[in-house]
């Protein structure tokens, strides 16, 4: 049996009483495996037909499935296309909660690894802004890539504390979701790290400051927007009582009703009359995932009503023509270059550079004085006259969007998949020029032929050895 803290048993005990030896029980268990569609690139019908994984539905998300653990799906060629997302079952619910539609403006303020982040994205469906926040910078580092992989158009990653991201971002967002650092206790199935580190201490220190980040997310909510909390905890103090002092710090905030997720246990009612008990919980004894609480909490209405982003209906069928001023003519004529070759239908935003870089950057926002490491859409890289396209614009295109004459055909499961997330070259007598590497459908990297090869592209931070 798995030593669990004892001042975590007590406190465990009193709350959940004679279902408590049911819970303790669920430590033993193995946690269970499960994936998200990346609907951004497909349904989760295609999705089924096409991955010969043994999949079961996660009630709350019909986009989640479990799977078993031998079936590896981090080793399958599509999981490098982006088309699905490994993530914990329980964390899904987490976006599927905040009702995000497209055209919003959507702040994750703790955002990596990037499961809720490419979650919103999806939901977003290219239209609208979405700012993925993490504080530390080696973690920011894995969310900017996990955008890329899952090919996220529309998303700004930042690298900032809570209170700079509020000075300038006042009455911003219509939707905030603050999965808050919490003590893990959730995790204890799961990570034998979070089992050895826990403390009471932490579990205290954990509640003050979740409480400093929410006070910061809540300047950025606009009149009518949402706030989504969530952690990984079990503990009230960093669960429902969060909730119940914020609302009291906060009168003009209030707890919205959860009807639609199924599967998911109610709030403790600790602190009536206040409706703790429309906010979620997810116990691992009652629910095939690990501990989670979940609460969406609504600004009343007012004046600032929310605003959709306008967005071009002909900025998808053709390139933009509008640039910033500091992409100059001779970086946006080597792109077009090399659009006019490669590509049908461009995504959407709008272009700016950064030193040789090229982006697309999401609505006209103003990123200046702010910690970023992915301002857009990468493009790619403009040296000595010629454009470079770069990973993350192979991984943003659809079939559809690549000219055919471009597209550079493998079966998915084939041996030149393998061979080419490897690194290795690929005969090919076709015209010369960059073609975009698809398995089946799917693009996952860029190649350039020349006599009568395709030189590897894929980028070597990624090959599989």
Request: glycine content about 8%.
């Amino acid at each position: 049996m798995r030593q669990l803290p004892e001042a975590f048993e007590q406190r465990m005990k009193v709350l959940l009483g004679d279902s408590y030896d049911a819970f303790k029980e669920s430590f033993e268990n193995v946690h269970v495996h499960s994936l998200r569609v990346n609907i951004l690139k497909l349904d989760a019908e295609a999705f089924r037909q096409l991955i010969h994984f043994d999949l079961y539905p996660i009630p709350w998300l019909a986009t989640g499935f479990y799977y078993e653990v031998d079936e590896r799906p981090g080793k399958h060629p599509l999981h490098d296309a982006g088309l699905y997302y490994i993530q914990e079952a329980s964390a899904m619910a987490v976006a599927e909660a905040s009702g995000v539609s497209p055209g919003q403006k959507v702040l994750d303020l703790c955002a990596a690894p990037g499961g809720k982040s490419t979650q919103l994205a999806a939901m977003l469906n290219g239209e609208g802004l979405l700012i993925a926040n993490e504080i530390h910078p080696a973690r920011a580092k894995i969310l900017s890539q996990n955008i890329e992989r899952m090919g996220i158009v529309n998303a700004i990653v930042t690298n900032e504390k809570p209170d700079a991201l509020s000075k300038r971002f006042v009455k911003f967002f219509d939707t905030i979701v603050v999965d808050a650092p919490c003590s893990g206790e959730g995790m204890f199935r799961k990570d034998p790290e979070a089992l050895a580190q826990w403390t009471p201490d932490l579990v205290s220190m954990c509640a003050i400051r979740q409480s400093d980040i929410l006070d910061e997310a809540v300047k950025m909510l606009k009149d009518g927007g949402k706030l989504v909390y969530s952690t990984c905890t079990f503990a009230p103090d960093e669960n429902e009582r969060q909730i119940a002092n914020l609302l009291m710090r906060d009168p003009d905030l209030e707890i919205e009703r959860l009807t639609a997720l199924k599967g998911l246990s109610p709030g403790l009612n600790l602190a009536p009359p206040l409706p703790l008990s429309e906010t979620k919980r997810i116990w691992p004894h009652l629910s095939k995932g690990e501990g989670h609480y979940l609460a969406v909490l609504r600004r009343r209405a007012g004046s600032n009503t929310p605003e959709s982003i306008q967005t071009d209906d002909n900025v998808n069928k053709k390139l933009a023509r509008q640039k910033n001023d500091n992409v100059s003519d001779a970086y946006w004529s080597a792109f077009e270059a090399f659009a006019h070759e490669v590509i049908d239908i461009m995504p959407k935003g709008k272009p700016t550079a950064f030193g040789e870089q090229l982006y697309l950057m999401p609505d006209a926002i103003e990123i200046k004085g702010l910690r970023v490491l992915r301002p857009g859409l990468h493009l790619g890289t403009v040296r000595k006259g010629r454009f470079e396209p770069s990973h993350a614009l192979a991984l943003a295109l659809k079939a559809e969007a690549i000219k055919p004459s471009r597209r550079f055909m493998l079966a998915i499961e084939s041996p030149e998949v393998v061979k080419y997330l490897k690194g290795e070259t690929l005969p090919y007598t076709g015209k010369k020029g960059w073609y975009v590497v698809m398995a089946g459908q799917y693009p996952i990297g860029w190649g350039k032929c020349s006599d009568g090869i395709l030189k590897n592209h894929y980028p070597k931070g990624l090959r599989r050895v």
